[in-house]
């Protein structure tokens, strides 16, 4: 049975940094792209970053420059660094895992798996 775990959201000021990470079981992460979606309150599930099984990444407009998805192909992680945050980037963080090793887009329909989330918090 495949699971995915997210950690490492938490409260942050303005301008402040986090490191969210996506930890498996049942597989190993590195068949799979890996993509970070966020929800906020009254909002749809939104993309924001995917790294393909290759190692190659893709991020949305509104967090390029400020997020850095990776892999730890030995802790069999997905890390997602997110740095100069905003307020609108309180969310809950999700990662999800695609059908196959190729980033090809965000909608959520499309991922097989899905951790249960991690709370990151914007606010002064």
């Known amino acids: 049975q495949v699971q995915l775990v997210e950690s490492g959201g938490g409260l942050v000021q303005p301008g402040g940094s986090l490191r969210l990470s996506c930890t498996a079981s049942g597989t190993t992460l590195t068949y799979f792209a890996i993509s970070w979606f966020r929800q906020a309150p009254g909002k749809e599930r939104e993309g924001v970053s995917c790294i393909n099984s290759n190692g190659n990444t893709h991020y949305t407009t509104s967090v390029k420059g400020r997020f850095t998805v990776s892999r730890d192909r030995v802790k069999n992680t997905v890390s997602l660094q997110v740095s100069s945050l905003k307020p609108e980037d309180t969310a809950v963080y999700y990662c999800?895992?695609?059908?196959?090793?190729?980033?090809?887009?965000?909608?959520?329909?499309?991922?097989?798996?899905w951790g249960q989330g991690t709370q990151v918090t914007v606010s002064s």
């Open positions: 999800a895992a695609d059908r196959g090793p190729t980033c090809l887009g965000y909608d959520p329909r499309e991922y097989e798996y």
